[in-house]
């Protein structure tokens, strides 16, 4: 009777290390998709940071336009094309 009991519990041990086992194996098929997904998600942010336009190179674009614009206005007031009231309306803009 406790040869029986002993193999019961061999067996039993066995059964459950082999549904830890096969536990341990699923969970890391499951981790190793979600690794591949953050390493997508990863390459797409890189390429968005990389791609980006920063505020500091906007602002220097738009001061350069500014600039461009505030000429082309001034130019078009010189040669009575633009009146005073439609250069302080365009630079109010």
Known sequence: MENQLRKDMERGFSDILS?????????????EGVDRRFER??????????NMVTRDYFERRMDKSDG???????LLHKKDIFSKEDVLSVRSS
């Open 19 to 31: 549904a830890v086992s096969n536990l341990s194996s699923h969970m890391d098929r499951k981790f």
């Open 41 to 50: 998600l990863e390459g797409r942010v890189t390429n968005i940071e990389t």
């Open 68 to 74: 461009k614009l505030n000429k082309v206005v001034s």
